[in-house]
């Protein structure tokens, strides 16, 4: 009998075995319950016209880029060259391509552009168009190119590459005639956008001094011809296509700044800063704004000056890049050739300052809770969690239709902080208008600051504080707002405080907006 127990149980034990496979693999490919009509998950919001380009996310995302302002101007210690300088005057004696980059790479900058040609017309490149040129200079014997080496050494780092040609050019004959002169400055870009690789950024503006001769600058077709040429290029003016003007050289934006913009409300060289500067919040356009300054007095190299502070640099690193702008910063070579070692000092110590910040986000081990969610509690895409992890992919996402946007941040311990960190998720479109910060003390709330426009970033200043329990409000938005990240970070550095934005919302009524703005959202969002 026991043996033929045994027997059996050598005949099944195959057939439990098969069953003890088949049983998991069936369960795994069974219909779930969330696959089923009720239980699909939210999709995303819908994003809020205009948004950015990927080529305009990938500017956004690098923050600063390096301004190399380099050329005759240099050796004749001018600013605005006349155009008559002899060509032997142009002789580097050292000129490393390859130390810019680095000295900009090492400093946290993402790309470098430089001025091919100033409005004295000479040009960093042996251009066919003209003999005013490193060609007929003493450097290298009129062999040398700046361009090609700045190109070779940007490739070389991974970093990318940006020009300057200057429309206005005061040695060029044929300058003051509309045709002739057009025709020649786009044979000229034409030389730049088509040997020397990639190139990320052309930079352009309305330059032409008092008295000058009277000719129009057909820039439509030069961003046309850009575009073909270099199809990822974003075009830098005043008033676009694709990046503004801040409207000042000082690097500060206004509290206030909006990406979305109006380009038929602007023209090149039509000086309109408080326009330029806001931006518009009804704005068609996507260009965003950029805050131009020189490390120095001047914007060429001159023996006399000498480089700002790295605490001053970090001041406009807050008023620029910190109030939803790029930051080109000029940092321009000696009459060598070089980054002088006083500049480069000043950029070490700049990039120590900004590591010794924002390295550390006291907010990363919160609890948090939001006023409501997007697909539920429990739907991670998005959390309020997701405010935590570094970059704009990920975001909080409130439910539909509510009018109360809070999320609540537990440090779980007392946290000393003086600086608060916020982003958009701008691929969605920029939205918030007005939000405001709170603590809890003693079980009463108390606000302790207060801001308008957020955008791609927003750095907030505070006088210092300790608290364990955060509120952040989001008062006015275009649509549901959503928010990328949120940090606070301790700065031993920085002197001035930003403890509120000064006139909210300006001339742009709030309430009107909102209501405005999120009328015409629902509209879209029922087609």
């Not at 300088?85 to 430089?114: C, D, I, M, T, Y």
């Not at 907010?363 to 006023?371: D, M």
């Not at 975001?395 to 608060?420: C, E, H, K, M």
């Not at 909102?514 to 509209?523: A, F, H, L, P």
């Amino acid at each position: 009998m026991n043996k033929k127990l045994k027997t059996l149980s050598d005949c099944l034990r195959p057939i439990f075995q098969i069953h003890a496979i088949i049983l998991p693999l069936a369960l795994c490919f069974a219909p779930s319950s969330s696959s089923t009509p009720d239980r699909k998950p939210v999709p995303p919001p819908l994003p809020i016209l205009p948004i950015p380009s990927a080529f305009h996310l990938q500017w956004q995302l690098s923050e600063m880029a390096l301004f190399l302002h380099f050329g005759m101007n240099t050796f004749t210690d001018s600013e605005w060259g006349t155009g008559r300088a002899h060509p032997s005057h142009f002789n580097p004696s050292n000129l490393n391509a390859a130390q810019w980059v680095r000295v900009a790479k090492e400093s946290g900058f993402s790309r470098v552009l430089l001025t091919a040609k100033h409005h004295d017309g000479f040009c960093l490149w042996p251009s066919d168009y003209t003999d005013y040129s490193v060609r007929s200079s003493k450097w290298k014997n009129g062999t040398g190119d700046v361009v090609a080496e700045l190109s070779a050494a940007a490739m070389d780092a991974g970093i990318g590459l940006g020009l300057y040609l200057s429309p206005w050019d005061r040695h060029e004959p044929c300058y003051g005639k509309t045709l002739e002169y057009n025709e020649y400055y786009l044979a000229q870009m034409t030389e730049l956008l088509t040997r020397y690789g990639k190139v990320e950024n052309v930079f352009l503006d309305g330059a032409k001094g008092k008295g000058e001769k009277d000719m129009k600058y057909l820039f439509e077709r030069w961003f046309s011809l850009i575009h073909q040429l270099q199809p990822g290029a974003l075009i830098f003016t005043d008033a676009g296509p694709d990046t503004r003007w801040i409207g000042d050289e000082d690097g500060f934006a206004p509290p206030t700044c909006w990406s979305p913009f109006n380009r038929s409300a602007v023209e090149i060289g039509g000086h309109n800063p408080q326009y330029a500067g806001r931006g518009d919040p009804f704005g068609q356009d996507w260009v965003p704004a950029e805050c131009d300054v020189s490390i120095r007095p001047g914007w060429f190299w001159h023996a006399s000056e000498v480089p700002k502070s790295a605490r001053t640099l970090l001041d406009i690193y807050y008023k620029a890049v910190g109030r939803n702008c790029h930051l080109l910063l000029n940092v321009p070579p000696n009459t060598s050739g070089l980054i002088s070692d006083e500049d480069i000092q000043v950029l070490q110590e700049f990039s120590e300052i900004r590591r010794s910040i924002f390295s550390r986000n006291f907010a990363l081990s919160a609890l948090l809770r939001a006023s409501s969610t997007r697909g539920g509690a429990q739907d991670s895409r998005f959390s309020p969690y997701n405010i935590l992890e570094e970059g704009i992919q990920t975001y909080w996402a409130p439910g539909v239709n509510q009018s109360t946007w809070i999320l609540y941040i537990d440090l779980q311990r007392l946290v000393s902080f003086n600086v608060v960190k916020l982003q958009e998720p701008i691929q969605m479109g920029q939205r918030v208008i007005e939000f405001h910060l709170e603590t809890l003390n003693k079980g009463v709330w108390k606000r302790v600051a207060t801001g308008t426009t957020i955008g791609y970033q927003r750095l907030l200043r505070i006088p210092e504080l300790k608290s364990q329990h955060l509120k952040l409000q989001i008062d006015k938005s275009r649509a549901e707002p959503l928010i990328a990240y949120f940090g606070i970070y301790m700065d031993r550095v920085s002197l001035s405080r930003d403890v509120s934005d000064k006139n909210l919302v300006g001339h742009f009524n709030g309430s009107q907006l909102i209501r405005s703005t999120t009328q015409n959202y629902s509209q879209v969002a029922a087609m």
